[in-house]
């Protein structure tokens, strides 16, 4: 935060005070109180004469040493506006104003510029966001699985239509057509904050057009994918095991052979969700569907010739999870190996708020010459169709 602003901050709280005591009568309180106000406004025009100053000596240095090179282009003014103000840098310039705003669209609102506290951060450009999301690549998203909406509210209800037993009826000629019953529903969800704090080194971050995700990036990265991967699984958990009075039992479907479990993805789940249908599991589970084989020993678990990294059983992608993320379950002193099958489109929906936002202190690592870098994300999961998946368990040997 500039130190202006803090001086503005501390007129507008000794106008509050002078009032407070206007109002009860303290007189002679308010008028010294009126006179702290008269000394603060004279040092806020000397801090801003320094800080023009200051600005000036900044983008003078910052200039390319090409006169040639030519303006810089919007993406660059961009970042450079992103940069200044999260790191308090000083005004932005016309151009930067105009790059920030257009990029960032409507939730960057003008009145984010002057006051990093009240509006919690700046929101990130969508080129750095770009750079954010191929660090993510390097994880495993449940969030990429799921149905993605972005909402402007912190809690509301949603409009959901679950799957309907519709079809065309036949008529005769001027009679009257049969009316279709839609039942609609109805999804409710809830925003959360959740907040990172990551310390650099005051070098890393001291060029002017310095790309913040290519500092941070990777940990802001594996940080969101966590909390993303917690919450939704803490939903399909759900599915597999419930606690009563201290007892753990198991909910899932128990299978014990290929068999069961191509019953289960082929009868039980409803084929309205199978066209889209993907098994996820962990690494037991993994383990489980490699070690499969059909009674002529060939393997029924098979690597996809497309993308030699992705595995299919029957077609349907596997989606494997790590098991420190998901791991298996001990129910009566037995493991198993959770397995989810179905649309999780259709299962699940993940509402969030806006982008990410950033925001700085050079305060807290003072000592170590090291700024705190705050990153804050708002989201929330809701399930919206039950039936779009199935929960099964497999018990480790």
């Given at each position: 935060m500039l130190k202006s602003d803090e001086i503005r901050k501390e007129i507008t709280a000794k106008v509050a005070e002078t009032e407070k005591y206007r109002n009860e009568g303290k007189i002679a309180e308010a008028k010294n109180a009126a006179?702290?106000?008269?000394?603060l406004k004279d040092e806020l025009d000397v801090q801003l004469t320094l800080e023009k100053t200051e600005d000036e000596e900044f983008f003078a240095s910052a200039k390319p040493v090409n006169k040639n090179a030519g303006e810089l282009d919007n993406a660059k003014l961009c970042n450079r506006a992103f940069n200044k103000l999260v790191f308090g840098r000083g005004r932005l310039t016309d151009e930067e104003r105009r790059a920030y705003f257009n990029v960032t669209g409507s939730p960057g609102q003008p009145g984010q510029i002057e006051s990093i506290d009240a509006k919690g951060g700046y929101l990130v450009p969508e080129d750095q966001m770009r750079t954010l999301q191929e660090f993510r690549k390097a994880y495993v998203a449940l969030k990429d699985y799921v149905t993605v909406v972005s909402t402007n509210t912190t809690s509301g209800r949603w409009p959901t239509l679950p799957y309907q037993q519709l079809t065309f009826q036949s008529f005769a000629e001027m009679t009257d057509i049969a009316e279709g019953d839609i039942n609609f529903g109805e999804a409710t969800y809830s925003i959360e904050d959740r907040g990172l704090i990551i310390p650099v080194s005051n070098q890393l971050i001291a060029d002017a057009d310095v790309d913040i995700?290519?500092?941070?990036?990777?940990?802001?990265?594996?940080?969101?994918?966590?909390?993303?991967n917690v919450a939704i699984?803490?939903?399909?958990?759900?599915?597999?095991t419930q606690t009563e009075s201290s007892t753990t039992t198991l909910t899932a479907t128990t299978i014990t052979s290929h068999k069961a479990?191509?019953?289960?993805?082929?009868?039980?789940?409803?084929?309205?969700?199978?066209?889209q249908a993907k098994i996820y599991t962990n690494q037991d589970g993994l383990l489980y569907l490699a070690n499969l084989d059909d009674a002529n020993d060939r393997p029924l678990f098979t690597p996809d010739v497309t993308s030699p990294d992705t595995y299919r059983?029957?077609?349907?992608?596997?989606?494997?999870?790590?098991?420190?993320?998901?791991?298996?379950?001990?129910?009566s002193t037995k493991d198993y190996a959770p397995f989810f099958v179905g649309d999780m489109k259709a299962y699940l929906t993940f509402f969030e708020r806006q982008g990410m936002e950033l925001a700085t202190s050079s305060e807290l690592y003072f000592r170590k010459y090291g700024t705190a870098i705050r990153a804050v994300v708002r989201w929330g999961v809701t399930v919206v169709d039950e039936d779009a998946m199935l929960a099964l368990a497999v018990e480790l040997s």
């Open positions: 006179q702290e106000i008269l000394k995700m290519s500092v941070i990036g990777r940990h802001l990265a594996e940080g969101a994918v966590k909390a993303e699984l803490s939903k399909l958990n759900e599915l597999v479990f191509n019953k289960a993805l082929l009868k039980d789940l409803d084929g309205v969700y199978y066209p059983y029957r077609g349907k992608e596997i989606v494997v999870i790590p098991n420190s993320t998901l791991p298996s379950v001990t129910v």
